[in-house]
């Protein structure tokens, strides 16, 4: 190859890397996957020839449900779910078989939600008592995985 094609090359091959920026969606929101995980999750002891019995998270099909950040005193729990929610709704999606989701939101704080058949599952709370709290703010998506849990012992 003479010294006028690698510099060809190397040009061109320079103009596509500069050209190549991660996929940036527009807008603002929420993104990340669902998983579920259940059964006996405390650590012990292997012995060696012995398999580790804890199951790690698997991707799941849910509704996310999106409201106004909710406190935790404003809520009813019953065997790990909540099942009395005074707040309606903003919006709802459900993730893919993957367990992926994106939701596009308006900048501003909010609690996630994901539906089962018993109620609503979530898992975090912050200092204040607010529940699975979420911040979007403009031009940006905010990662939240959730691993639904609630029939696994830790």
Not at 30 to 47: A, K, L
Not at 62 to 91: H, N, Q, W
Not at 136 to 144: A, F, Q, Y
């Amino acid at each position: 190859m003479n010294s006028l094609s690698l510099f060809a090359t190397l040009l061109f091959t320079g103009f596509l890397l500069m050209g190549c920026k991660p996929y940036k969606p527009e807008g603002q929101g929420i993104t990340g996957t669902i998983t579920w995980q259940e059964g006996n999750q405390m650590p012990m002891m292997i012995e060696e020839g012995q398999a580790d019995t804890r199951s790690s998270p698997k991707p799941i099909k849910r509704t996310v449900r999106v409201y106004p950040l909710i406190k935790f005193s404003d809520l009813k729990m019953e065997e790990g779910l909540f099942t009395a929610v005074a707040e309606k709704p903003i919006t709802e999606v459900e993730s893919n078989e993957s367990g992926v989701y994106s939701i596009q939101l308006s900048p501003g704080r909010y609690s996630i939600f994901i539906v089962e058949e018993g109620g609503l599952f979530a898992n975090i709370f912050d200092g204040d008592g607010n529940v699975n709290p979420v911040t979007v703010k403009e031009n940006e998506w905010t990662l939240l995985d959730v691993v639904v849990n609630y029939k696994a012992v830790f």
